[in-house]
């Protein structure tokens, strides 16, 4: 499911959304629309995944950890790179 969301907002992204690097100034939601939203889906599913993970209980923690190296894995192998490096 994430790739297939991913896949979703990456495919929006234009040619010219990256030639104008609009991304890297104030105006990126303006400029670059579709490059700011998957720039937020990043942050918002790392920082998902890092609340996931950082909990007191060890036990927990080690499983939600062993699921998330899953996750990576299958990721790998659908050559998703940008969930592999949000995880």
């Not at 030639?19 to 303006?30: I, L, N, P, Q």
């Given at each position: 499911q994430l790739t297939i969301y991913?896949?979703?907002?990456?495919?929006?992204?234009?040619?010219?959304?990256?030639?104008?690097?609009?991304?890297?100034?104030?105006?990126?939601?303006?400029?670059?629309?579709h490059i700011a939203a998957l720039t937020r889906w990043f942050n918002k599913l790392s920082f998902w995944i890092v609340s996931t993970i950082l909990i007191p209980n060890l036990v927990e923690r080690t499983k939600i950890l062993s699921k998330w190296i899953v996750v990576a894995e299958e990721c790998r192998r659908l050559n998703n790179f940008n969930t592999i490096m949000s995880i």
């Open positions: 991913e896949w979703k907002l990456f495919s929006k992204i234009t040619p010219s959304e990256l030639m104008s690097k609009g991304w890297s100034t104030d105006r990126k939601d303006e400029l670059s629309p």
